[in-house]
């Protein structure tokens, strides 16, 4: 049973707008979650991270929102580029122990 | 970039012959990771370290082993290859608890 889904296995989004990727977990203990992002025969790049005491981070382009209760966590990219064209995967770990991954969602920017 | 190679990055090898992958990091972090990306999965961990000679077992351990003999070097080894290893495996460096980890670029495994 998946503790970290990602219930999107693919979106598309026009360039400029705005692209939005969800991520769901079912281990209350999470306490820490990741975004990575993915291109085509690469390792996984650190993306954005936060942490169970914000509900929210921001980095340039790129915010994570946290809602604890729903046991949600989206990331959102404005304006979406056609170079944000990748596989995003979400992670989760509950008090510095390993991550947990899920099985990524593809966006495709269009240019 | 993350100071982390992989070698090799491409293998194809029979079933049924030992197969050792390599990870070198130059960062002097402490933990490192072996995972497998397989469609459907993403990242699954298959062994991971918490410095030398100090390993433990992840998700999806069986029909691997690691070692760790430096800090620098993770090996994970296939003792006998079968069909179902066939896959992408990522090596990962972290720091320390609460702190994102680093990946290699991989390399893809497969078994025929």
Not at chain 1, 2 to 30: A, H, W
Not at chain 1, 57 to 74: I, M, Q, Y
Not at chain 2, 54 to 67: A, F, H, I, N, W
Request: hydrophobic share 30%.
């Amino acid at each position: 049973d998946q503790q970290v889904k990602q219930n999107s296995p693919s979106l598309s989004v026009q360039e400029g707008r705005i692209s939005i990727l969800n991520c769901d977990y079912t281990n209350s203990m999470f306490d820490y979650f990741l975004w990575y992002k993915k291109y085509p025969a690469e390792g996984p790049t650190f993306l954005i991270s936060i942490s169970s005491i914000k509900d929210k981070n921001e980095d340039g382009r790129f915010t994570v929102f946290l809602n604890k209760s729903a046991k949600h966590l989206s990331l959102h990219i404005v304006p979406s580029q056609p170079g944000d064209s990748a596989v995003y995967f979400c992670a989760a770990s509950a008090r510095g122990q390993n991550f947990v991954f899920g099985p990524g969602t593809r966006l495709s920017v269009l240019p | 970039d993350a100071g982390i190679t992989q070698s090799p990055r491409h293998k194809v090898t029979e079933t049924g012959t030992p197969v050792t992958l390599r990870c070198h990091q130059t960062e002097n972090h402490r933990y490192m990771y072996w995972y497998r990306q397989d469609p459907g999965h993403g990242l699954r961990l298959i062994h991971y370290s918490y410095g030398v000679k100090d390993t433990d077992k992840g998700e999806v351990s069986d029909g691997y082993s690691v070692s760790r003999s430096k800090t620098e070097d993770f090996l994970l080894t296939l003792e006998s290859a079968t069909s179902s290893q066939t896959s992408v495996y990522f090596c990962a460096i972290k720091q320390g608890s609460g702190t994102e980890a680093f990946f290699g670029q991989g390399t893809r495994l497969t078994v025929v």
